[in-house]
């Protein structure tokens, strides 16, 4: 059961993905000090929460702006979000809408730091906490907290920094990089010192979203002392709850200058959709990575198997998938004309849509092979860089992955259908395969 406000996750995801990328990059703005999204929905624990909320109301609703903040908006959803009728799980879709103002001298630096925002949340989701905080003075409240999600990266998945690892002690975190390892997502041959994680870790009233933190020698719990800036800390909380949100989201708009006390400001608008999941609910977005290889090729003077093939990362737009059972009837009159069946055979099929972006040499031969028929059946023996042929193997690797929990999916395949080269209302060229799952006996 969600406590909060819906839109406050997002509100959360917002705030703290601009404070993430300002640690890593101080061009780009982020921080209490430089950001404020105002929430008329944000829930208090403590009297300096009060204290800010009036005063942050005050200021949008006087349209003052802070001397020290850079931008300072509010977010707000713009229709009432809707629950799905599920009793067994949450399931919300909403729209939700910012608008930040900022002086005209920052209005490219602020138009920059929304851009790389939107890059970091389009087309993804988030693994996000509700922590349950509780105060003497005001009881309790509930906040949204994110945590990073392994294999939420460009190029080949990775376990990160700031990655959340799973409910486990902070002993076993070294063998949980190791199992991370043993399926190619730990790259690095050995842990540095300052590299830290959350973990889930059991409490006497639930669970506590802690960090570790190695200090060249072992793993340690770490608090917010104030001499690690680098690291955001969750707030204190006695438990917490998993949720999932999957963001998206739309193209900035800035309004025309206006004059405030004496100064030209501008408002930045943006938007999009999101939908609030319990953890366990399956997201499309929870496919982190796809890799396609030319595993080998099916030839009638025998089968070759290329011996280092090229990986390619791709993101699908789509990706349905069906099994297809081949089954026979059984008749009987002794069961009243009701009929039997039996499977003997069962065809899995993998549907993919992709952006048809020339720079990915493999959709490009796609493309050509798709529209015009174009097979390289010479270079197959030799190489796989340049094969195209209907009778190609392709080896598919899916990471699923979500709240410390990665499933890694190898399966062999072949292009069994037509590929189907479309222009989309948007005049985006895409191409759609249809791979059907093969048996390793050939």
């Not at 819906?6 to 990059?25: C, G, M, P, W, Y």
């Not at 624990?45 to 009036?54: A, I, N, P, S």
């Amino acid at each position: 059961m969600i406590h909060g406000f819906v839109i406050d996750f997002v509100r959360q995801a917002l705030e703290q993905t601009l404070l993430e990328q300002h640690k890593s990059n101080k061009y780009f703005f982020g921080g209490k000090d430089q950001v404020n999204i105002f929430s008329l929905y944000e829930q208090l624990t403590k009297g300096d929460d009060v204290d800010r909320y009036v005063e942050n109301l005050r200021e949008i609703t006087d349209q003052q702006n802070k001397t020290d903040l850079i931008l300072n908006g509010v977010l707000l959803a713009p229709t009432n979000p809707t629950i799905t009728n599920l009793y067994s799980c949450t399931n919300i879709p909403m729209e939700w809408v910012c608008s930040l103002r900022c002086t005209l001298l920052n209005r490219e630096q602020a138009l920059e730091t929304l851009n790389n925002l939107i890059e970091e949340l389009k087309g993804s989701k988030v693994d996000i906490a509700e922590l349950k905080c509780v105060s003497e003075e005001y009881g309790t409240a509930y906040k949204p907290f994110v945590v990073g999600t392994i294999g939420h990266n460009e190029g080949a998945p990775k376990v990160k920094i700031g990655d959340y690892l799973g409910e486990i002690p902070v002993e076993y975190v070294g063998d949980r990089l190791t199992y991370f390892d043993s399926i190619g997502l730990y790259d690095d041959t050995e842990t540095a010192e300052g590299d830290w994680y959350y973990i889930g870790r059991p409490t006497r009233d639930g669970y506590e979203l802690s960090v570790v933190y190695y200090n060249g020698e072992e793993w340690q719990l770490l608090v917010d002392d104030g001499t690690h800036p680098e690291i955001i800390f969750p707030p204190e909380h006695v438990d917490f709850k998993k949720y999932k949100l999957s963001m998206s989201c739309e193209a900035i708009r800035c309004d025309e200058p206006y004059t405030l006390n004496s100064e030209e400001y501008v408002k930045i608008s943006f938007g999009g959709s999101a939908t609030l999941t319990d953890y366990s609910v399956l997201f499309g977005n929870d496919l982190v990575k796809v890799c396609v290889q030319k595993y080998g090729i099916k030839l009638q003077s025998g089968n070759v198997v290329y011996s280092n093939p090229t990986k390619y990362w791709l993101e699908p737009l789509e990706m349905p998938s069906s099994n297809d059972p081949n089954t026979r009837i059984n008749q009987l009159v002794s069961n009243n004309f009701k009929s039997n069946t039996h499977t003997d055979a069962i065809a899995l099929t993998l549907q993919y849509t992709f952006l048809l972006d020339t720079n990915i040499a493999l959709l490009d031969q796609w493309f050509e092979y798709g529209r015009y028929g174009t097979i390289n059946v010479g270079d197959s023996v030799g190489s796989s860089n340049n094969a195209m042929s209907p009778n190609i193997i392709y080896k598919v690797t899916e990471y699923w992955s979500y709240w410390g929990n990665v499933k890694k999916r190898e399966i062999k395949t072949k292009i069994s259908n037509s590929i189907d080269i479309e222009d989309t209302e948007s005049d985006t060229m895409t191409v759609g395969v249809v791979m059907q799952i093969q048996g390793d006996n050939d």
